[in-house]
């Protein structure tokens, strides 16, 4: 009876060692290969920072992607969004600077400094719990450049929008390459 | 109450032995597959991000494309001064590219290996990705490039940019290419042994975009990058290998303008060079961030512009360790002798052999050797 029931279970056990490989083994082998598992990022859509209390954030009116064409010519219209989020009342003091730079030299390493083509500032008084925008407009918007808007309070400043002022470059002007 | 016969307790049933069997198979089958080490690579896939200054160079990465003259003098500078066993990859647009770098550098033409890619590009080569160590031997090294390019909205040659990881990973079956979803250059992240140096650039870039804040931006590019962060905050806007260079053994080299202005020789730079207290103020913050994180800081002369983006700098190279000794591939530039030889003296006292690479028809492009090249493989 003992050998019967080691000779099942040894055929049990092979059995299970061959299945366990044959499913096993290729999974965790392959894992090698497979990208490595990078912790998620997920992009923030209306950056913004925290003074006094009040949470102060930038979204551009139309439209409101992050990755926005804007047309050159044309200035842009965004909004700066304050929600006093404490329990008293309270008052934000802020700066907004746009900036510029273009990729004028196509072999440069990096684009240029940017340079500041608008500015203004704005004030928000705000019971506890209470939410108020400004709407602003910026002087018309150069060609072909990356244009970036800076928003300060206090001490703390933060690229608060990133987007190009121009429709993407031509296919016409686009360079072909032939691979062998 | 009655007592089951002795040999009816013991007597195994055909499932019991199923059971057992089953049991035992499994377990001998997750033994031989972490001896095999499948399941370490499933937790870690990727090491550390590799150091400027620890190990042997074994593979590098440049790119060109036509009409890129600039790069050329210091491809061929280059190649003839490195080891012959470093495997050099060229990445190019097309053959034409590639055949006018082979005309280009010469008699070391034979080293390059081409990787074609057919769409635009720059010839910067350093900024596209960070190569992290493999996990284990024998396992990939992982290109890690950036969630995007800065300014390829609007720059062709820099959205083309966006794809060389990948096509690096398709030609070459020992590397393999990830996302971050961070915002960077690879030139923003500068790494040694236990850390890794951030520019301004790319804390500006990710905080409130891709992260609440820089606590969160800390965990983010330790577990990336498995180093530990030191933030330059105030530091030239620029990249950090323009400004800094790891030295090894807990020891980094800063630029300092103030050691250069005595030592510069007359030279037309965009805006004249910047000499100004705040400038020099930035360069400083970056000595005082390093010394705060306990490193040993030795201040070398640089020269920045006024237009931010041009610098005379002596850190912007390549180091390689072998036989037990350090290499420093190191910048010099054209009619500046006298900085040249203190740089040079700076790193020889570092223990450092020095092998100047003439930067002259680069480095107002914002860039020199050091954001040419690329490094995928030390040992």
Same mark, same amino acid.
């Given at each position: 009876?003992?050998?019967?029931?080691?000779?099942?279970?040894?055929?049990?056990?092979?059995?299970?060692?061959?299945?366990?490989?044959?499913?096993?083994?290729?999974?965790?082998?392959?894992?090698?290969?497979?990208?490595?598992?990078?912790?998620?990022?997920?992009?923030?859509?209306?950056?913004?920072?925290?003074?006094?209390?009040?949470?102060?954030?930038?979204?551009?009116?139309?439209?409101?992607?992050?990755?926005?064409?804007?047309?050159?010519?044309?200035?842009?219209?965004?909004?700066?969004?304050?929600?006093?989020?404490?329990?008293?009342?309270?008052?934000?003091?802020?700066?907004?600077?746009?900036?510029?730079?273009?990729?004028?030299?196509?072999?440069?390493?990096?684009?240029?400094?940017?340079?500041?083509?608008?500015?203004?500032?704005?004030?928000?008084?705000?019971?506890?719990?209470?939410?108020?925008?400004?709407?602003?407009?910026?002087?018309?918007?150069?060609?072909?450049?990356?244009?970036?808007?800076?928003?300060?309070?206090?001490?703390?400043?933060?690229?608060?929008?990133?987007?190009?002022?121009?429709?993407?470059?031509?296919?016409?002007?686009?360079?072909?390459?032939?691979?062998? | 109450?009655?007592?089951?016969?002795?040999?009816?307790?013991?007597?195994?049933?055909?499932?019991?032995?199923?059971?057992?069997?089953?049991?035992?198979?499994?377990?001998?089958?997750?033994?031989?597959?972490?001896?095999?080490?499948?399941?370490?690579?499933?937790?870690?896939?990727?090491?550390?991000?590799?150091?400027?200054?620890?190990?042997?160079?074994?593979?590098?990465?440049?790119?060109?494309?036509?009409?890129?003259?600039?790069?050329?003098?210091?491809?061929?500078?280059?190649?003839?001064?490195?080891?012959?066993?470093?495997?050099?990859?060229?990445?190019?647009?097309?053959?034409?590219?590639?055949?006018?770098?082979?005309?280009?550098?010469?008699?070391?033409?034979?080293?390059?290996?081409?990787?074609?890619?057919?769409?635009?590009?720059?010839?910067?080569?350093?900024?596209?990705?960070? $190569?992290?160590?493999? #996990? /284990? +031997?024998?396992?990939?090294?992982?290109?890690? =490039?950036?969630?995007?390019?800065?300014?390829?909205? !609007?720059?062709?040659?820099?959205?083309?940019?966006?794809?060389?990881?990948?096509?690096?990973?398709?030609?070459?079956?020992?590397?393999?290419?990830?996302?971050?979803?961070?915002?960077?250059?690879?030139?923003?992240?500068?790494?040694?042994?236990?850390?890794?140096?951030?520019?301004?650039?790319?804390?500006?870039?990710?905080?409130?975009?891709?992260?609440?804040?820089?606590?969160?931006?800390?965990?983010?590019?330790?577990?990336?990058?498995?180093?530990?962060?030191?933030?330059?905050?105030?530091?030239?806007?620029?990249?950090?290998?323009?400004?800094?260079?790891?030295?090894?053994?807990?020891?980094?080299?800063?630029?300092?303008?103030?050691?250069?202005?005595?030592?510069?020789?007359?030279?037309?730079?965009?805006?004249?060079?910047?000499?100004? $207290?705040?400038?020099? #103020? /930035? +360069?400083?913050?970056?000595?005082?961030?390093? =010394?705060?994180?306990?490193?040993?800081?030795?201040? !070398?002369?640089?020269?920045?512009?006024?237009?931010?983006?041009?610098?005379?700098?002596?850190?912007?190279?390549?180091?390689?360790?072998?036989?037990?000794?350090?290499?420093?591939?190191?910048?010099?530039?054209?009619?500046?002798?006298?900085?040249?030889?203190?740089?040079?003296?700076?790193?020889?006292?570092?223990?450092?052999?020095?092998?100047?690479?003439?930067?002259?028809?680069?480095?107002?492009?914002?860039?020199?050797?050091?954001?040419?090249?690329?490094?995928?493989?030390?040992?």
């Amino acid at each position: 009876m003992l050998r019967q029931h080691f000779h099942s279970t040894l055929i049990w056990a092979v059995g299970s060692f061959g299945v366990s490989l044959a499913l096993g083994l290729p999974l965790t082998s392959d894992a090698v290969n497979q990208p490595p598992a990078m912790p998620w990022v997920q992009l923030i859509r209306s950056p913004g920072l925290t003074e006094n209390g009040i949470n102060l954030t930038v979204e551009t009116v139309s439209p409101t992607t992050r990755q926005s064409v804007q047309t050159p010519g044309d200035p842009l219209t965004f909004l700066v969004r304050a929600h006093n989020g404490s329990n008293a009342a309270a008052t934000a003091d802020f700066t907004l600077q746009l900036t510029s730079a273009a990729a004028s030299r196509p072999f440069a390493r990096t684009m240029p400094v940017p340079t500041e083509i608008w500015a203004d500032s704005g004030s928000f008084n705000l019971n506890p719990g209470e939410t108020k925008t400004l709407h602003f407009t910026t002087g018309a918007l150069p060609p072909g450049r990356m244009i970036e808007v800076n928003l300060r309070a206090g001490q703390t400043q933060i690229a608060a929008l990133s987007l190009p002022s121009e429709a993407f470059f031509s296919s016409t002007t686009r360079p072909t390459y032939a691979l062998p | 109450m009655t007592c089951a016969p002795a040999h009816r307790v013991l007597s195994p049933s055909p499932r019991s032995s199923a059971i057992l069997g089953i049991c035992v198979g499994v377990a001998a089958a997750v033994a031989v597959i972490s001896l095999n080490g499948g399941r370490v690579a499933t937790i870690q896939a990727h090491g550390p991000m590799i150091s400027e200054c620890d190990g042997r160079i074994r593979s590098i990465v440049i790119q060109y494309v036509r009409g890129a003259d600039f790069a050329t003098p210091i491809y061929r500078q280059l190649l003839l001064a490195l080891p012959a066993d470093v495997h050099v990859y060229a990445v190019c647009p097309d053959q034409n590219s590639f055949n006018e770098l082979r005309g280009a550098v010469g008699i070391s033409a034979g080293r390059l290996e081409p990787i074609l890619t057919g769409h635009p590009m720059t010839a910067w080569s350093r900024d596209r990705w960070i $190569a992290l160590s493999p #996990a /284990r +031997f024998q396992a990939p090294v992982t290109l890690l =490039a950036p969630s995007a390019e800065n300014g390829a909205e !609007i720059w062709e040659q820099r959205q083309g940019d966006e794809r060389i990881a990948d096509d690096l990973s398709h030609a070459l079956p020992a590397l393999r290419a990830d996302r971050s979803g961070l915002f960077f250059d690879g030139g923003d992240l500068l790494a040694d042994s236990q850390s890794v140096f951030v520019s301004p650039a790319a804390i500006r870039r990710n905080i409130q975009h891709t992260c609440q804040d820089r606590a969160e931006l800390a965990r983010l590019l330790s577990e990336q990058l498995q180093r530990h962060p030191i933030f330059l905050s105030d530091a030239p806007d620029h990249h950090v290998g323009m400004y800094l260079m790891a030295a090894g053994e807990g020891r980094v080299v800063v630029g300092d303008p103030s050691l250069a202005k005595p030592l510069l020789a007359p030279i037309e730079l965009p805006g004249g060079p910047d000499f100004s $207290a705040s400038t020099q #103020a /930035r +360069f400083d913050s970056v000595a005082a961030a390093a =010394a705060a994180a306990g490193y040993r800081v030795t201040r !070398i002369p640089c020269i920045p512009s006024s237009d931010g983006k041009t610098f005379i700098t002596y850190v912007n190279g390549l180091i390689d360790q072998r036989d037990g000794c350090r290499v420093i591939y190191m910048p010099v530039f054209e009619g500046q002798d006298r900085l040249n030889v203190a740089a040079q003296t700076i790193w020889q006292n570092l223990g450092y052999r020095v092998a100047p690479i003439d930067v002259s028809s680069a480095f107002r492009y914002f860039g020199t050797l050091h954001c040419l090249v690329n490094v995928i493989k030390k040992t």
